[in-house]
């Protein structure tokens, strides 16, 4: 979720006779676009640009996003308005909203209704993300890395994986959700404390070991910074995925 307050869409047309008529309608409209010509650039856009929503032709890079929806439904909730075809294919618009696109525009495209339904589907997210449950596991997105908590998995916008102990992840988790406020080290011992694997019960030590698993050589502590006497703070922008 975008919590700049530009809002900002993927338009993924590969090479779309209309498709510079849509960027400069959005972004005249206060809508940054970001253009994406290949499935490999649109699944790295997903994961690390933070779109509002994408706008998805229904052939694109020669295939039909039909077939494109389930993959992007196992990345992401941001919601996906697919574009093409004609007022007549029923059966594709109902098997789209069916299989994971929030709305459907047919051809000839209506610059204003895109812009509206494109506006629609963006506040139904944000009325839907103000109704989720507490304490639920989210994916976050923080300097140049993906944090899936779910999966439990940790890697950079290149998809280098990096492993975490039971602790790490428990430290991590502990911070995302609290960036740019100072934790105390009683707090992270008592979040770290249900986990067997702490071979050190200083905190200091595991938050060191955290510092140098997301790269922080010199200086250290460029995300989580000491607070001398204190605790730390994870003093970077997280987003959620």
Known sequence: ????????????????????????????????????????????????????????????????????????????????????????????????????????????????????????????RDIANTQKPRNVYRRYRFADWLFDQRQRRLERIDGTEQPLTNTEFALLSAFVVASGKVLSREHLLRVTRRHDDISDRSIDVQVLRLRRKLGEGAPHGTLIRSKRGIGYVFDTNVRLA
């Open 1 to 124: 979720m975008n919590t700049s307050s530009l809002l900002r869409v993927i338009v993924a047309d590969e090479a779309g006779a209309n498709r510079s008529e849509v960027v400069s309608y959005l972004e005249n409209n206060g809508i940054q676009a970001m253009v994406v010509a290949a499935r490999s650039d649109l699944f790295r856009s997903i994961d690390f640009q933070d779109p509002d929503a994408i706008i998805l032709e229904k052939r694109f890079e020669s295939v039909d996003s039909l077939d494109l929806l389930p993959v992007i439904r196992r990345k992401s909730a941001v919601p996906v308005i697919l574009v093409g075809g004609s007022a007549t294919d029923e059966g594709d618009r109902v098997i789209g909203l069916e299989t994971g696109a929030d709305d459907y525009l047919s051809r000839p495209l209506g610059l204003r209704e895109l812009l509206a339904r494109t506006r629609a589907v963006i506040r139904r």
